[in-house]
């Protein structure tokens, strides 16, 4: 009975991000919201906390964001072999789509129609990361502080072209060393108290 069950469990990560992989476009940032509704609210097997845990550490590790959020979450809930499913799940999708249109591209993208649907799905994979950047931003955002390091970073990508991976760093560092201040802190005052 508990092999059936864990052989439902992965069939489910693999339909799961099958779905995810197949309904979305526009890349990792752009699966977000659909990641949060079926990972989340759907499923319950994380929290919004973890999603956007799972996608900065994503974004600075090697491969694409959304096969690593995949792996994360396969593999917590079901090990190695939940991981490697749900990774599976994530490409396969993507693997036909872009079999079929690579026999096909050049015989359709010649028709406006085809161009105006691609222009439209860009339109609406712009609204779904505005969702998602306001969203982050409620959950994230906690501090001045916070507030201020968004929009240092945001000015240096956007504006310097500074790349993403150095922001990433410094924000680690940052919040390594603010986090082991405030720890000292804590140990002062305890240590004051007791005395």
């Not at 439902?8 to 977000?32: N, R």
């Not at 759907?42 to 919004?48: A, P």
């Not at 001045?144 to 240092?152: D, E, G, H, Q």
Request: no cysteine; aromatic share 12%; proline share 2%.
């Amino acid at each position: 009975m508990k092999k059936k069950n864990k052989f439902l469990q992965l069939l489910d990560l693999y339909f799961t991000f099958a779905k995810i992989g197949a309904f979305t476009f526009g890349g990792g940032l752009a699966m977000m919201p659909m990641m949060q509704r079926e990972l989340v609210q759907s499923h319950g097997w994380i929290t919004e906390e973890d999603l956007i845990d799972y996608y900065a550490v994503g974004q600075s590790t090697p491969g694409i964001i959304a096969i690593n959020v995949a792996t994360f979450v396969g593999y917590r809930q079901a090990g190695i072999l939940g991981g490697v499913i749900a990774s599976l799940g994530m490409v396969t999708p993507s693997l036909v789509i872009i079999m079929i249109l690579a026999r096909l591209i050049n015989s359709i993208s010649e028709y406006p129609l085809i161009q105006k649907a691609l222009k439209g799905i860009n339109v609406a994979v712009a609204a779904l990361l505005t969702s998602v950047i306001v969203n982050f931003a409620k959950k994230t955002i906690k501090n001045v502080w916070n507030a201020v390091f968004m929009v240092i970073a945001f000015v240096l990508v956007f504006f310097f072209k500074l790349q993403s991976f150095y922001i990433i760093l410094v924000a680690i560092a940052t919040g390594v060393v603010f986090t082991l201040i405030k720890q000292k802190k804590a140990d002062n005052e305890n240590e004051g108290g007791e005395k």
